[in-house]
């Protein structure tokens, strides 16, 4: 209603425009992110976009959806192959974001991003987890898992048509926020930052591991 009917237009909610709907939904999935806005004198400026509330409805991945009806193959379902069929059949926008029940409400915000826990985010420490399995926030955590290298300079980053290199990743973390799709016990998302090898690193990462919860260990003394 949104997106393609105008049920919000002329209201005044509108913080920005999107180039295409495809980066909004991605703006969505990730609750946030940073923009860069171009204005009308060629000069570029950027803000982030926090989560600021949302709809009440399911999160669920277009990716599945486009999986469900054959429009992509397993083995080429990235961000990538996503935004390239929707280019080339721009006829299946509305039924393919229209999938996803789930909408995201923005503010504006000078600031990085800040968790659930009410901190801002630090690139390569924090990460999300359940809170159905993980209510309290700030455990420090250890995480050992296959780590992507960083792919060559002309490789795009919403890609993973290549076969990824790895190493083995040694890394303490933060549990600081929450996440749509981080539902269960021993999972995580990490929170890799705002540059070009941290986008890849969105788009790739997903891989089992080891995770690590230092927890303080009461002893109790019988007198």
Excluded at 61 to 73: K, P, T, Y
């Amino acid at each position: 209603d949104i997106d393609f009917r105008g049920k919000l237009a002329g209201k005044g909610y509108e913080l920005y425009y999107a180039r295409d709907l495809f980066s909004l939904y991605v703006l969505h999935m990730e609750g946030g992110g940073k923009v860069r806005i171009h204005h009308e004198d060629g000069s570029v400026s950027t803000a982030y976009l926090l989560y600021d509330g949302d709809n009440g409805q399911e999160f669920t991945l277009i990716r599945d959806h486009m999986l469900a009806r054959n429009m992509l193959r397993e083995k080429h379902s990235s961000r990538y192959d996503q935004r390239r069929y929707l280019e080339r059949h721009p006829e299946q926008a509305e039924r393919i974001f229209s999938s996803c029940r789930g909408y995201v409400y923005f503010k504006k915000s000078a600031s990085p991003p800040i968790g659930s826990s009410g901190v801002e985010l630090t690139p390569e420490r924090s990460i999300a987890t359940d809170p159905q399995y993980y209510p309290f926030k700030g455990m420090i955590t250890y995480i050992v898992s296959p780590l992507p290298l960083p792919p060559a300079p002309d490789y795009p980053t919403d890609s993973n048509l290549a076969p990824l290199r790895y190493t083995q990743m040694h890394r303490f973390f933060v549990d600081q926020d929450i996440g749509h799709n981080v539902e269960g016990p021993a999972r995580a998302d990490i929170y890799f930052g705002e540059s070009r090898y941290a986008e890849y690193l969105a788009n790739n990462f997903l891989t089992q591991g080891s995770i690590y919860v230092l927890l303080l260990k009461l002893s109790l003394i019988h007198i």
